[in-house]
């Protein structure tokens, strides 16, 4: 294909695994991202430009020099708690960031964008499991960047005609099944991979006593008592990017539209460290310590919308493969502290 596809925060976690995607299928790819929290061996294909999304000058550089189609926008900042203390950062780069690069794709007639949202948009929904259609009540600056975004997008597709697919992710998880690539948080926050960093440190000799690993409440109104998410497969988001991309080629008029992205399962925490101790061979321990504020006990997407509009489905649907070859890629690049 001689067009390219332009994604932002394409040193990322999620970013790394699609340009990773992207190559495989055929498809040119330009990868845009400050390096501030991706890191730059993470892109394995096509051409990186080290750039801000604010540098409006270099963005559109990029659009000019290169024959860019659509967008793939991953850069964000996403950590939960930091948006709440650190709000100004949330807000100047999740919004005003993407503003400054939809006005770029404006100048340079690029009017096709897959936005990477989240299921923190709408908050602690109280029915279950959650529909595009449950209503959106973001309780921290993360969540509520991310549904600023999403207006924004509905009222760019009405005054300036461009069509976006926002996909709300629930749990993102595992790393490439080849084990060339992988999930790198500094700090780490996600649950798997802290799972597995106990498992490594007691594989390595450890005392499993002096655990490392916490669990946040055990009274939830849950069938064990943990919370219960819905864990995706990094692989799955990336292949319903695509799946987006080639739904806005056939239906350019549609506007901006939203898409769950989830296995339409949960998994309490203790039924992950369960799948985590089958897959490790690892009998580590945890501590379970009082609830974290703002924790919801039950987080599980109901994606059968984006299942049949994007002709979608879920690879790795079963929790056990997406410990396995996170397992993989974190026992060749343990944590180095």
């Known amino acids: 294909m001689s067009k390219s596809i332009l994604v932002t925060g394409g040193a990322g976690f999620i970013g790394s695994h699609m340009v990773r995607m992207l190559d495989q299928r055929g498809f040119d790819v330009v990868v845009y991202d400050n390096l501030e929290r ?78 990477s949202s989240t299921c923190a948009t709408y908050g602690e929904p109280a029915i279950l499991p959650i529909t595009e259609d449950t209503p959106q009540n973001p309780i921290n600056p993360y969540g509520q960047s991310k549904l600023m ?98 739904r806005m080629q056939k239906t350019p008029d549609s506007g901006a539209e939203q898409f769950n992205l989830g296995v339409n399962r949960g998994y309490t925490v203790l039924e992950v460290i369960d799948a985590c101790r089958q897959v490790t061979g690892v009998d580590f321990r945890y501590n379970t310590v009082a609830r974290r504020a703002g924790d919801p006990p039950e987080l599980v997407a109901d994606a059968s919308l984006a299942m049949s509009r994007l002709d979608w489905t879920p690879v790795h649907a079963d929790i056990k493969d997406s410990i396995q070859h996170a397992w993989q890629w974190f026992s060749a690049h343990p944590p180095t502290a």
């Open 38 to 115: 991706g890191n730059a061996d993470a892109v394995t294909a096509g051409k990186l430009v080290e750039g801000d999304l604010h540098d409006s000058e270099r963005l559109d550089a990029v659009f000019r020099e290169h024959d860019i189609q659509a967008v793939m926008h991953f850069a964000a900042l996403a950590y939960v708690g930091e948006s709440v203390h650190e709000p100004a950062l949330y807000y100047r780069n999740n919004v005003s960031g993407t503003q400054s690069l939809l006005d770029s794709m404006r100048l340079n007639k690029v009017n096709k964008l897959v936005f």
């Open 149 to 246: 975004v999403e207006q924004i997008l509905k009222d760019y597709a009405q005054a300036y005609g461009l069509r976006s697919i926002a996909l709300r992710y629930f749990n993102a998880a595992g790393c490439a099944d080849d084990g060339s690539i992988g999930e790198r948080h500094d700090p780490e926050t996600h649950l798997l991979p802290l799972i597995l960093f106990e498992a490594l440190r007691v594989q390595a000799g450890g005392d499993p006593a002096e655990t490392n690993l916490m669990v946040f409440g055990s009274d939830f109104d849950t069938r064990d008592g943990t919370c219960i998410r819905d864990y995706i497969h990094v692989n799955d988001l990336c292949s319903a990017h695509i799946a987006a991309f080639e």
